[in-house]
Structures are given as C-alpha cells and as structure tokens.
C-alpha cells in the first residue's frame, strides 16, 4: 500500500544534539514538504521540495535543514537541538500527475513529536 | 500574502445534527480549496477538494461550498456522530509548489 512513514515517532533529547528526522513515502512523488505544528495551531511550511536534488526554504525560518538525494527520501535534521525545536514535525508529498494534481493535495505521515530538555 | 481564517472556538453539536464549519481567506481566490481531517498526534488526513468553478462538492456525508465573491468555504457534515469529531483544516494552494492551512477547527460531537 502506498504510504509516507516518519520515523521516530516521538523523541526526547539533550540540548545540543544533533538528531535526524526520517520521511520516506512509496508513491513515487516528486514534491515533499516539511511542515512544524505547535498544538492547536495551523501548520507551517519549514522546507519543500520538487524532486531530486531540489530543496527549498519555506515561509517559516527553521534552523534546520534537508536534503533529497533520492526520491522518496527527505530528511530533516537539526545539527544542534534547542527547547525552541520543541514541536511536531509532519512529512508530506504529493504527486505531480492525475486529475488532482494541480491541486497540490498532500499526503502526510503521522509525524514526529521532538521534545528538547 | 495569502492567509486563512477559519473559526478557533471549538463546535460542539449534538449526534445526528449538522455540524457547519467556516473557512475564509484574504486576497486572490484559489483554484482549488482543500479540507482536511487532524485527529490529535496525527498528520492531517485529506477529504475533499473543490475547485472555483465548483459551487458545490459531495462525498459521502460531507459538503463542502466555495464562494469566491464572499472568498469563503463551508465544510458541512450532515447526520454527525462521535467519531467525527476531530479538527479539521481548510487549506488552498497558492501557486507554485506550495499548499497552506488554516489553524483549525475543533469539533466535538457529543452521543
């Protein structure tokens, strides 16, 4: 079944590490964003990309960065963690083809919960 | 720039009735106007899409309208229950590769 999957889940750390954040869809899409949630607020646009070797800043400063190496891989990482980088990150892609696909309708994955002590 | 409003006090409605939830935004109307469901810990799931030239779209028990003169959507759910309940997201693209959302609305349904 076609899916995007995030990986962790939830995690907790230090100040100061460096954690990676993994997204992985099996759609085949060629756009994948970044978006954080802080609870009960709307999302925010971190990173987009368009397809391999593409990457671009969203609306939203993030001290954290990405890359697309291959198409259905888009990591995020963050080199060193602060209490600020508290938040929910949610993954999400979509498809450059169909009859939706001017849309821009995304697909998301369940998130990642980070929480910097 | 383009900003979405929607209502952030919670709807709170009883089984079976019509839960009416409201989306506006500022400036140029899209092409398209998206809702989407967030259950809480979750990534928002899509559930309908409606285009400018669409005055209404149907699914199931939802309905969504589009208003480019008001610049407005209504997201209805008809014959409610518990398991609606949830926040949900109206969201438009604004050109180019990027999609943006309003903050939610939080509907409760109560049994």
């Known amino acids: 079944e076609a899916d995007i999957y995030q990986t962790p889940r939830y995690l907790v750390i230090g100040t100061g590490k460096k954690i990676t954040l993994e997204c992985s869809q099996t759609m085949g899409h060629d756009k994948m964003y970044w978006y954080q949630q802080d609870p009960g607020m709307e999302l925010h646009l971190i990173h987009y990309s368009y397809g391999v070797n593409s990457t671009e800043k969203g609306d939203l400063s993030s001290e954290s960065t990405v890359s697309r190496i291959r198409t259905e891989h888009f990591p995020l990482t963050l080199e060193s963690a602060r209490p600020s980088h508290t938040s929910q990150y949610l993954c999400?892609?979509?498809?450059?083809?169909?009859?939706?696909?001017?849309?821009?309708?995304?697909?998301f994955g369940a998130g990642s919960r980070l929480t910097v002590l | 720039s383009q900003k979405i409003e929607q209502n952030s006090e919670a709807l709170n409605i009883q089984e079976g009735k019509t839960a009416t939830l409201t989306c506006n935004y500022t400036?140029?109307?899209?092409?398209?106007l998206q809702w989407y469901r967030q259950d809480p810990g979750r990534g928002p799931v899509f559930l309908l899409l409606?285009?400018?030239?669409?005055k209404e779209k149907r699914k199931e028990r939802l309905k969504v309208t589009f208003d480019t003169t008001l610049k407005q959507s209504l997201f209805h759910i008809t014959a409610s229950q518990p398991a609606d309940s949830a926040t949900y997201l109206c969201?438009?693209?604004?050109?180019?590769?990027?999609?943006?959302f309003g903050a939610g609305t939080r509907l409760f349904v109560k049994a």
């Open positions: 999400a892609s979509a498809g450059t083809s169909g009859p939706s696909s001017g849309a821009n309708v995304l697909t």
């Open positions: 409606i285009r400018e030239n669409e």
């Open positions: 969201a438009l693209h604004t050109g180019g590769f990027k999609t943006i």
């Open positions: 400036n140029y109307s899209p092409a398209y």
